[in-house]
């Protein structure tokens, strides 16, 4: 046994069973996978046997760089890592960029091992849904990486609505956006090619504010959309001198949207506007509104949109036939020795759900109504008129 003093402030500690360790593996050593394995390292029933990267040398690098001792890293893509039964692999974690999600994950539950996979889920329904069989079949865990949902604050959101403090829920609108905020990073460019990401905004920020409301009203099923996406901002080689690290040839090289917007019917005869932007001539398309048929939640946005609350949510409701504002200051996040409070815990999750055979933290059955709106945005975009939207048995 172990303990993890995981919040300092009120002494709480866990207490970890370290007498099995898990055997976790990495797949894809760029550049979330460093925050993985800064929450591995964290976990005292856990051992990072492996890694792999189809960059040679990338993997043994990262690990090095890591301070992870031990980890075989001499693969060339997840099959050859899977594929070696001396690693007994528990767990891995699918760090690879969105067009490299399915296979991976597929591969890993097909061999019996639990899967954390990186957020957006992946790029089309399709994809999804065969993760999906293969995870039915396996009887794997199969957990999305939305760390957000860690945040007490995203909680709380989902706490007031489910209350029924707002009553029925009717209206939303969500989204968020960065004036400027396209991920161009130096050498790096998988979140801007077609044939890496997929998706762009939509996809990478928007798959977060899809679920931030989601999840709160329980994720009721998408019918139709009418979507729009476009990329004025990522095409234009003069765009790069707005952001440190863009240069001209990322706008050559760019192949998905910088901006999305859409209107969704959900089950329940609830309506879903939504908008998002890696960049646009505005800072923020607003908060985010939950309109119900006794009160409505305001949920401030960011500049840099990234799937948090932004500031105090104010719920505007009655109260003795008055009408009030109530403020929702933020909840502070625990004085911590975590490296990255949110990971640590999306980790310590999914973890303790293998050991106790629980579901996935973030489970399949509700991230496919997520993927499903972003598919049905980017269809209905491509087509220019809505799009029903149909999700096949699993
Ligand atoms: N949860 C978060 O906060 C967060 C933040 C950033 C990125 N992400 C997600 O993480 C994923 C990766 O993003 P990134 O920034 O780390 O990208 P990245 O390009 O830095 O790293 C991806 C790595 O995967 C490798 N790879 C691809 N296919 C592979 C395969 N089949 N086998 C082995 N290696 C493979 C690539 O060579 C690359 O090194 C994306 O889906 C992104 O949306 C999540």
Redesign the pocket.
Same mark, same amino acid.
């Given at each position: 046994m172990a303990n993890i003093n995981a919040f300092m402030e009120n002494n709480e500690v866990e207490t970890i069973d370290t007498s099995r360790k898990l055997r976790v593996g990495i /797949?894809? $050593?760029?550049? /979330?996978?460093k925050s993985h394995v800064n929450a591995y390292l964290e976990m005292p029933d856990v051992e990072i046997v492996a890694g $792999? #990267?189809?960059?040679p040398g @990338?993997a043994a690098a990262f690990m090095r760089d890591h301070g992870v001792e031990g980890a075989k890293t001499e693969y060339k #893509? *997840?099959r050859e890592m899977i594929d070696d039964e001396s690693l007994k692999l528990d767990a891995v974690s699918v $760090?690879?960029?969105?067009r +490299? *999600?399915k #296979? =991976?994950t597929i591969y890993a539950l097909e061999h019996g091992i639990h899967v954390m996979l990186? @957020? =957006?889920f992946s790029v089309t329904l399709d994809e999804a849904v065969e993760m999906m069989r293969v995870e039915k079949k396996s009887g794997k865990i199969l957990s999305i990486?939305f +760390?957000p949902r860690m945040d007490a604050n995203m909680q709380m959101i989902k706490k007031i609505v489910q209350s029924g403090e707002l009553g029925d829920v009717y209206y939303i609108q969500t989204g968020g956006g960065r004036r400027r905020g396209i991920p161009f990073a130096k050498d @790096?460019d998988?979140?801007l090619r077609d044939d890496t990401a997929g998706l762009g905004a939509l996809a #990478?920020i928007g798959c977060y504010s899809l679920d931030m409301v989601l999840n709160a009203i329980g994720y009721p099923k998408p019918l139709t959309v009418t979507g729009y996406k476009s990329a004025f901002f990522g095409k234009d080689r003069n765009y790069s001198r707005y952001q440190f690290f863009g240069c001209p040839e990322h706008a050559d090289v760019f192949g998905v949207d910088d901006f999305a917007a859409a209107f969704v019917r959900l089950e329940g005869g609830i309506i879903l506007d939504f908008r998002i932007a890696w960049a646009m001539n505005v800072n923020t398309p607003g908060d985010t509104i939950i309109l119900g048929t006794k009160g409505g939640l305001r949920i401030p946005s960011t500049d840099c949109w990234n799937g948090s609350v932004g500031g105090p949510m104010t719920i505007y409701h009655e109260v003795a036939g008055e009408q009030v504002e109530t403020v929702v200051p933020i909840i502070p996040r625990p004085k911590t020795t975590a490296k990255n409070y949110l990971f640590n815990r999306k980790i310590r999750t999914f973890l303790d759900a293998i050991k106790n055979g629980t579901e996935a933290p973030v489970p399949t059955s509700q991230i496919i109504l997520n993927q499903a709106i972003l598919d049905g945005i980017a269809r209905s975009a491509d087509l220019g008129q809505e799009v029903k939207i149909e999700i096949p048995e699993i």
């Open positions: /797949i894809g $050593c760029g550049g /979330i996978a $792999c #990267d189809l960059v @990338k #893509d *997840h $760090c690879t960029y969105n +490299q *999600h #296979d =991976p990186e @957020k =957006p990486g +760390q @790096k998988s979140f #990478d």
